[in-house]
């Protein structure tokens, strides 16, 4: 509880003195929101730190997570390139400037709570989760590929803390390739009562997912696309 601080005459009534009376807390709604203005006002978009922060991902990016070849892809597609994003957002550097880019765009659409499918996902909603810690958190979650079939969650596809009612939230993976890993976690969000805001991926492969996603009424947001990496050249 806070106090307030009133003046007030003493009981010899001449001199004013000093009482301290309670004041009743404000409701969790409006001190939240009173949060995220004065964050608004302390956090502008520093433009060239996030420009930097985006050349230096990809860079890193095309350096450890494309490898060029002849691949058959986990949907039986053949590619000319794999993309394993996990080389880069396991790793220290590469995890802070992805979740310094998604946080940003966590701030923009005023999201609660980031996750998705199980294991694309689990280091990017956990580093955003992280980085926001200091200023209004925001919460992370998992999507499971199975329910929990034991504890008191067995049953559950969703771990984390709760999610609440109107919550917005964001769903994100590394990759889009089908769209499918985003949209299973969509899916397991059905039953939640929160309101889905965005679907967000470092890299989009440029191969039908964002339609499939954005035909399901799911704006897309990607870091990169396909095109922006190139093979290196041969000697």
């Avoid at 420009?51 to 997570?65: I, K, Q, V």
């Avoid at 994003?85 to 999201?111: F, M």
Wanted: aromatic share 4%.
């Amino acid at each position: 509880m806070r106090w307030e601080r009133r003046a007030t005459r003493c009981c010899a009534g001449v001199s004013p003195c000093a009482r301290l009376r309670p004041q009743r807390p404000a409701h969790p709604s409006v001190t939240l929101r009173r949060r995220r203005r004065r964050q608004h006002d302390r956090e502008p978009a520093m433009t060239d730190d996030l420009d930097a922060a985006r050349t230096e991902l990809h860079d890193l990016l095309a350096e450890r997570a494309f490898t060029f070849g002849d691949f058959v892809l986990t949907s039986g597609r053949r590619s000319d390139f794999y993309f394993n994003g996990k080389q880069v957002t396991l790793e220290g550097r590469g995890l802070y400037l992805a979740s310094l880019l998604i946080l940003q765009r966590c701030r923009e659409l005023r999201i609660d709570a980031i996750g998705g499918l199980t294991l694309g996902a689990d280091p990017i909603a956990a580093g955003v989760a992280a980085l926001s810690g200091q200023q209004d958190p925001l919460r992370a979650f998992i999507v499971r590929k199975e329910p929990r079939g034991h504890g008191t969650g067995a049953g559950n596809l969703i771990e984390g803390p709760a999610l609440r009612e109107g919550d917005r939230v964001m769903v994100v993976d590394d990759v889009i390739t089908t769209g499918g890993s985003l949209l299973q976690a969509v899916d397991a969000l059905r039953d939640q009562p929160v309101k889905i805001v965005e679907a967000l991926a470092v890299v989009d492969r440029e191969e039908g997912g964002r339609a499939a996603i954005e035909a399901r009424g799911l704006p897309v947001h990607a870091l990169f696309v396909r095109s922006e990496f190139s093979a290196p050249a041969r000697a």
